[in-house]
């Protein structure tokens, strides 16, 4: 049996924690292998199967920006889609949101930023000039019952702005929600936030009149701050936090942003304090496993790497125990047999 952390639960945290995965869609487009549609496919399902309910598949960015991320359509055609399991997808503009609509997407996301300088290396145009790109994606994708999250980068810092002006970030999400987007994802794309540095911003938004129920967190674990940034932010009243299976990601556009949060990670910490996720820790541990063999490269989560090595034990000595008996009944049912697997083995 897979170790678990002891349960200690703390005061003030919400009973259940609804864990946004991105793995498929930001964790794959900063990696250097690119899977092909088929092992994305498996992903996604992987992942569903181990209990997540929100699942970002892919995105609509044109494929010269993100060409993992080319094959959008091919990987929509092939999921499976499992009933109450949601799988948005990320729309840069109305030629994204067309496709997405094309191929029957439910749920859609746009990516902003808090910042001049990222907003131009990553959009191509000023903080105003993205939002009146989003205004008309925002508004047509909401007209067809879609539901529609906004992202905003670089809350925290910026590689070349330094720090972010708590009121400059609230400022700028407050006209992506006025846009008409339900959720609003606060990224630290460069991991430098820390918990008081959280909790005074989600206190701003507070402030200016939006609550913690239409927020989420997007943590980067640069610094080692991720799961303490995540504490923070739920204690605070934060219940939907960005995490990606294995730490897998970063952002292609911002060079010093590393590995998101690890959902592993946050689903240990969260079992520890009592938190419920619905996630079944010993398959998505499974699931991180096989994509870091998929990768070629060791998957950076610190739970994986703990308990992946504990998995493989206890699968090694459970496929002995059922060998076992089969092998005894092999034999008997041919005496002088010489020793070895049994014969469905050997095939």
Same mark, same amino acid.
């Given at each position: 049996? #897979?170790?678990? +952390?002891?349960?200690?639960? #703390?005061?003030?945290?919400?009973?259940?924690?609804?864990?946004?995965?991105?793995? +498929?869609?930001?964790?794959? /487009?900063?990696?250097?292998?690119?899977?092909?549609?088929?092992?994305?496919?498996?992903?996604?399902?992987?992942?569903?199967?181990?209990?997540?309910?929100?699942?970002?598949?892919?995105?609509?960015?044109? &494929?010269?920006?993100?060409?993992?991320?080319?094959?959008?359509?091919?990987?929509?055609?092939?999921?499976?889609?499992?009933?109450?399991?949601?799988?948005?997808?990320?729309?840069?503009?109305?030629?994204?949101?067309?496709?997405?609509?094309?191929?029957?997407?439910?749920?859609?996301?746009?990516?902003?930023?808090? *910042?001049?300088?990222?907003?131009?290396?990553?959009?191509?145009?000023?903080?105003?000039?993205?939002?009146?790109?989003?205004?008309?994606?925002?508004?047509?994708?909401?007209?067809?019952?879609?539901?529609?999250?906004?992202?905003?980068? #670089?809350?925290?810092?910026?590689?070349?702005?330094? +720090?972010?002006?708590?009121? /400059?970030?609230?400022?700028?999400?407050?006209?992506?929600?006025?846009?008409?987007?339900?959720?609003?994802?606060?990224?630290?794309?460069?991991?430098?936030?820390? &918990?008081?540095?959280?909790?005074?911003?989600?206190?701003?938004?507070?402030?200016?009149?939006?609550?913690?129920?239409?927020?989420?967190?997007?943590?980067?674990? *640069?610094?080692?701050?991720?799961?303490?940034?995540?504490?923070?932010?739920?204690?605070?009243?934060?219940?939907?936090?960005?995490?990606?299976?294995?730490?897998?990601?970063?952002?292609?556009?911002?060079?010093?942003?590393?590995?998101?949060?690890?959902?592993?990670?946050?689903?240990? #910490?969260?079992?520890?304090?009592?938190?419920? *996720?619905?996630?079944?820790?010993?398959?998505?541990?499974?699931?991180?496993?096989?994509?870091?063999?998929?990768?070629?490269?060791?998957? &950076?989560?610190?739970?994986?790497?703990?308990?992946?090595?504990?998995?493989?034990?206890?699968?090694?000595?459970?496929?002995?125990?059922?060998?076992?008996?089969?092998?005894?009944?092999?034999?008997?049912?041919? +005496?002088?047999?010489?020793?070895?697997?049994?014969?469905?083995?050997?095939?």
């Amino acid at each position: 049996m #897979m170790r678990a +952390p002891f349960r200690a639960p #703390m005061e003030g945290l919400p009973a259940r924690v609804t864990i946004y995965e991105v793995g +498929p869609r930001d964790g794959l /487009q900063n990696e250097k292998t690119v899977l092909p549609a088929t092992v994305k496919a498996e992903f996604v399902a992987r992942l569903a199967r181990a209990g997540l309910t929100t699942i970002e598949a892919t995105s609509f960015v044109h &494929p010269k920006w993100v060409p993992q991320l080319a094959d959008a359509e091919e990987l929509l055609g092939r999921m499976e889609r499992v009933p109450g399991v949601r799988y948005p997808v990320l729309v840069p503009n109305e030629r994204g949101l067309d496709r997405a609509l094309g191929l029957g997407v439910t749920d859609i996301a746009i990516f902003g930023s808090a *910042t001049e300088t990222f907003a131009q290396r990553n959009l191509n145009r000023s903080v105003d000039g993205s939002l009146a790109m989003f205004a008309p994606v925002v508004e047509r994708a909401c007209a067809a019952g879609l539901a529609v999250r906004a992202y905003l980068s #670089m809350c925290f810092g910026d590689p070349w702005e330094g +720090p972010v002006p708590i009121a /400059q970030v609230v400022r700028t999400g407050k006209r992506l929600l006025d846009l008409g987007c339900d959720q609003l994802s606060l990224g630290d794309t460069i991991g430098v936030g820390t &918990p008081g540095h959280v909790t005074a911003l989600l206190r701003a938004f507070g402030e200016a009149g939006v609550g913690t129920e239409r927020l989420a967190v997007h943590f980067h674990d *640069t610094y080692g701050q991720a799961l303490a940034n995540t504490l923070a932010a739920l204690r605070a009243g934060v219940s939907v936090v960005d995490a990606s299976a294995g730490g897998i990601g970063g952002c292609p556009y911002a060079k010093s942003a590393t590995g998101n949060l690890a959902t592993e990670d946050l689903v240990w #910490m969260l079992s520890g304090l009592g938190v419920r *996720t619905g996630v079944d820790l010993a398959a998505l541990v499974e699931t991180s496993v096989w994509l870091a063999a998929e990768l070629g490269r060791p998957s &950076p989560s610190r739970v994986v790497q703990a308990l992946a090595a504990e998995l493989a034990t206890t699968r090694a000595a459970a496929g002995q125990e059922a060998a076992g008996p089969a092998a005894e009944r092999a034999s008997e049912a041919a +005496p002088g047999r010489s020793s070895g697997p049994p014969a469905a083995e050997q095939e």
